[in-house]
């Protein structure tokens, strides 16, 4: 029986993100995925958004996704003017299609060494204190310390768990495709009783569809002639669609697992949270449950956090999906065309032309202005650390290079040497540095510049300090353990 420290249910983006995170931190990770290979059927979520680039910049990946996609100025929230001078290096949306994101990650899963084993998924467990024994669709079994469900909405692991799954059923069901047409068809939006729908040009001389569906709730995979009954519905023609690259569906169900963690099993992605594609937030927030539980997890294996650290996961990840949750039922409704909604849409499109609120929703859905609770104190605790430039003793450095390999860092920007870590120093790198810039958070404007700051792995503050170092001991034992033996 195979034996690996964790065990991760599918290899999409979430699953990919998550073995590479364990695997930069040496962590013994394979990866189990039910497709025969890396490629998607049909198309996928199609962007990157701020953040998640900032994520994958940390990890010194980024522009491998960059130079692959397109940069889009927009705004995720319908109706919200897009701002250009949030303070990040990254203010876009990065137009790239879930094959290509997944592609990149799996190239670069390889190049950690991180075995995928296709054609391939969990079908049961059992855990004890031991460690989890997995069953798996070949009759085959394997031994992990901790199992991770990324393996959808539909998650075997999550329902293997017992972990509830609650929210709201669907209201409105779409179907995609992307096929040939005979005729010329109309292209762009076209809104009726229904809502919107779209024609759109796709690569190859295809176009692409998205229709609101008559009815909600059909089961099984659409066909072609499904797409053909909704075209005549809405545009009184088929335009002669044929020769279909792929046919799917969607709805805005949105459902939230109760609990992220139950014993040595997790859940994070589609398996923690589903929604409707409105606002482009599955794909990315899966990356950032990823980019949270990956160096928890390490360290708890490494045996030099304490096994309570994976509380942390839930209690920082749940509240975040909660949140995009609640925003994204609130654009599915705005979406409606009948006129109640019209009229709230527009007077709240009249608020949206303001800098402010135009201000708070860009940052809102590039998830720049998350804030884990991590008690009072300086406005950058639990916040994402900005990536200054940073004037070091060994040259010019920006914060998030002193990210890529994963660890956590302190940066003094007082006396040099004023800070020692001793006890740490083997978890935690310490870099004296100056900047001499404003210190700007998207949601907060400027605030006070900090004389040092710890910032996790993940890229978030733990703890800011000045010049009596209060804290600092405690945040160092809370979340990279206890001092090491002198």
């Given at each position: 029986?195979?034996?690996?420290?964790?065990?991760?249910?599918?290899?999409?983006?979430?699953?990919?993100?998550?073995?590479?995170?364990?695997?930069?931190?040496?962590?013994?990770?394979?990866?189990?995925?039910?497709?025969?290979?890396?490629?998607?059927?049909?198309?996928?979520?199609?962007?990157?958004?701020?953040?998640?680039?900032?994520?994958?910049?940390?990890?010194?990946?980024?522009?491998?996704?960059?130079?692959?996609?397109?940069?889009?100025?927009?705004?995720?929230?319908?109706?919200?003017?897009?701002?250009?001078?949030?303070?990040?290096?990254?203010?876009?949306?990065?137009?790239?299609?879930?094959?290509?994101?997944?592609?990149?990650?799996?190239?670069?899963?390889?190049?950690?060494?991180?075995?995928?084993?296709?054609?391939?998924?969990?079908?049961?467990?059992?855990?004890?204190?031991?460690?989890?024994?997995?069953?798996?669709?070949?009759?085959?079994?394997?031994?992990?310390?901790?199992?991770?469900?990324?393996?959808?909405?539909?998650?075997?692991?999550?329902?293997?768990?017992?972990?509830?799954?609650?929210?709201?059923?669907?209201?409105?069901?779409?179907?995609?495709?992307?096929?040939?047409?005979?005729?010329?068809?109309?292209?762009?939006?076209?809104?009726?009783?229904?809502?919107?729908?779209?024609?759109?040009?796709?690569?190859?001389?295809?176009?692409?569809?998205?229709?609101?569906?008559?009815?909600?709730?059909?089961?099984?995979?659409?066909?072609?002639?499904?797409?053909?009954?909704?075209?005549?519905?809405?545009?009184?023609?088929?335009?002669?669609?044929?020769?279909?690259?792929?046919?799917?569906?969607?709805?805005?169900?949105?459902?939230?697992?109760?609990?992220?963690?139950?014993?040595?099993?997790?859940?994070?992605?589609?398996?923690?949270?589903?929604?409707?594609?409105?606002?482009?937030?599955?794909?990315?927030?899966?990356?950032?449950?990823?980019?949270?539980?990956?160096?928890?997890?390490?360290?708890?294996?490494?045996?030099?956090?304490?096994?309570?650290?994976?509380d942390s996961y839930h209690a920082e990840r749940h509240p975040v999906a909660a949140r995009v949750l609640r925003t994204n039922r609130?654009?599915?409704?705005?979406?409606?065309?009948?006129?109640?909604?019209?009229?709230?849409?527009?007077?709240?499109?009249?608020?949206?032309?303001?800098?402010?609120?135009?201000?708070?929703?860009?940052?809102?859905?590039?998830?720049?202005?998350?804030?884990y609770d991590l008690g009072a104190g300086h406005p950058l605790l639990?916040?994402?650390?900005?990536?200054?430039?940073?004037?070091?003793?060994?040259?010019?450095?920006?914060?998030?290079?002193?990210?890529?390999?994963?660890?956590?860092?302190?940066?003094?920007?007082?006396?040099?040497?004023?800070?020692?870590?001793?006890?740490?120093?083997?978890?935690?790198?310490?870099?004296?540095?100056?900047?001499?810039?404003?210190?700007?958070?998207?949601?907060?404007?400027?605030?006070?510049?900090?004389?040092?700051?710890?910032?996790?792995?993940?890229?978030?503050?733990?703890?800011?300090?000045?010049?009596?170092?209060?804290?600092?001991?405690?945040?160092?034992?809370?979340?990279?353990?206890?001092?090491?033996?002198?």
């Amino acid at each position: 029986m195979a034996e690996h420290a964790v065990v991760v249910a599918g290899a999409g983006p979430t699953g990919l993100m998550l073995a590479g995170e364990l695997a930069l931190a040496g962590v013994d990770v394979a990866l189990v995925e039910r497709r025969p290979n890396q490629e998607l059927e049909g198309r996928r979520a199609g962007g990157l958004l701020t953040r998640s680039i900032e994520i994958l910049d940390q990890r010194g990946i980024a522009d491998r996704f960059i130079s692959q996609g397109h940069q889009h100025a927009v705004s995720m929230f319908t109706g919200a003017r897009f701002v250009t001078d949030l303070p990040t290096r990254h203010n876009y949306v990065l137009g790239l299609t879930q094959k290509h994101i997944e592609r990149i990650l799996a190239e670069w899963v390889v190049e950690l060494q991180v075995p995928i084993h296709y054609n391939l998924e969990v079908t049961g467990f059992t855990q004890d204190e031991r460690g989890v024994d997995i069953q798996l669709s070949d009759g085959t079994r394997m031994h992990a310390q901790y199992l991770v469900g990324c393996d959808g909405g539909r998650s075997v692991v999550r329902k293997t768990t017992g972990i509830e799954f609650s929210g709201w059923d669907a209201t409105t069901s779409w179907l995609m495709a992307e096929a040939e047409m005979a005729q010329e068809p109309k292209w762009g939006f076209h809104e009726d009783a229904r809502g919107k729908h779209a024609i759109g040009k796709a690569e190859g001389g295809f176009a692409g569809v998205v229709l609101i569906e008559p009815q909600v709730g059909r089961e099984g995979q659409p066909t072609l002639d499904d797409i053909r009954e909704a075209l005549v519905a809405v545009y009184g023609t088929d335009y002669g669609i044929h020769n279909p690259r792929f046919i799917s569906r969607f709805t805005d169900m949105t459902r939230q697992a109760a609990a992220y963690r139950a014993g040595r099993v997790f859940v994070a992605g589609d398996a923690a949270h589903v929604h409707s594609p409105v606002g482009g937030q599955g794909l990315n927030m899966g990356v950032q449950d990823a980019m949270n539980l990956g160096w928890k997890l390490a360290q708890v294996i490494k045996q030099t956090a304490p096994e309570t650290l994976l509380d942390s996961y839930h209690a920082e990840r749940h509240p975040v999906a909660a949140r995009v949750l609640r925003t994204n039922r609130a654009q599915v409704l705005l979406a409606r065309t009948d006129d109640h909604t019209r009229a709230l849409r527009d007077t709240l499109n009249e608020i949206f032309g303001l800098d402010e609120p135009s201000r708070y929703l860009n940052a809102m859905m590039a998830g720049l202005d998350i804030h884990y609770d991590l008690g009072a104190g300086h406005p950058l605790l639990g916040r994402r650390m900005p990536d200054q430039d940073l004037a070091t003793a060994g040259g010019p450095m920006r914060v998030y290079t002193l990210l890529h390999a994963g660890r956590p860092v302190l940066i003094n920007f007082g006396e040099p040497g004023a800070i020692g870590i001793t006890p740490w120093r083997d978890r935690v790198q310490v870099v004296d540095a100056r900047y001499a810039g404003a210190w700007t958070l998207p949601s907060l404007g400027v605030v006070d510049a900090p004389a040092a700051v710890l910032v996790r792995p993940d890229g978030y503050v733990a703890w800011v300090g000045d010049s009596s170092q209060a804290g600092l001991v405690e945040a160092l034992t809370t979340w990279f353990g206890p001092p090491a033996a002198p």
